[in-house]
């Protein structure tokens, strides 16, 4: 009764009806834990959505979302006649929902009153003016102060000058107090290096090739330097796939190998990687034999020095991410296998990637949701929910 009674049953068996196909009194007793990180958020979005709040305040509400359920909230963020604050890097929702955008750096914030997409102009213009603001201050500044201490060395002659080196004084005090101007944002420069080396033609064949109860069974080749998109529902036995190349006994029929070589590393969605938590970042590069100077460079790249002695658990899901791939980049794989790899990754990260991955010679497998990074691919493995896979020249969602 005092959570709403009858009307709040009612919303929840709509919202798991919807988000996980059964009726509240099927699901009621779940652990939330049992839930995949899709069907937690799309409950939760669900609920939100359908309640009577005026305002929603939504961190990262599109991660764990498939293509499906990255449409449908778009269609809802743009329907909804609620004012609605959220968090987000998917550059693709953005451009298609906001109609403002907050920018928090420099210790501040500013707001750009237009969408995504004539956001990095914006951005490009504001830096732009303050750099110019910045120059003009200096120079203002610069003569102030020249002016002072010709003033105090006129003072030192005659008294005369006292009361007008006094007031100069003054005068620059005050001029650097109120006029000064606004704090440029430091770039973001993360660096990635990653290297690959030349392997054999075919990087991988796949023979009547199925997963027991998630994928049909389906034969292909990927060869040297294909970017290969991995695309399709939750739950439809994309990651499976990507840890079984990655050498993981996953349950499998038919054949499958790898080409001459061939030496994968995988990215993990979800960062469950127990062999990097407890020690600081730091030190699980220097037990690789890294060179103490050469870890902190490679940490600095990926703007991570902040954190050096911070254990990997204890980071950020973004500075997780960019872990995992300087960690990768160190073993200078010839395949690298990313599960969902911009979905922690901040605008600036995910265009470092894309920027790395331009320049890098080898393979790349890719399970991805993220419509912007799909057109930096070649082809695509689409996996069905009912199973099967079909081979696409283009991304099958735009």
Known sequence: GDAGGYETEVLWDTCTTIALGKPFEEVAARPVATLSGGEQKRLALEVLLRSDAEILLL????????IQGKRWLEARLRDSPRTILYVSHDRTLLARTAQKVVTIEAEGSWTHHDGFETYAE??????ARIEEEQRRFAEEKQRLTAALVEFKRR??????FASTAEAMEKRLDRFVRDGAPRRRAREQRIRMNLEGGRTGSLVLKLVDFALPGLVQTFSTEIYFGERVGV????????????????????????????GARVRPALFSQMHDRPDLDGAPILSVLLDEGIERSRAMSSLKRYELQAVADVPFSLLSGGQQARFQLLAIELTTPTML?????????DVDSAEALEAGLDAYEGTVVAVTHDRWFMQQLDRFLLFERDGTVHTLLEPPYS
């Open 337 to 345: 296998l990313l599960d969902e790899p911009t979905d922690n990754l």
């Open 155 to 160: 003072a030192a002659i005659s008294d005369k």
């Open 231 to 258: 695309v399709g529902p939750n739950g439809a036995g994309k990651s499976h796939f990507l840890r079984l190349l990655a050498g993981e006994n996953i349950e499998h029929t038919g054949g499958w190998r790898l």
């Open 122 to 127: 914006a951005r490009s213009l504001r830096l």
């Open 59 to 66: 961190d990262e509400p599109d991660n764990f979302l498939d």
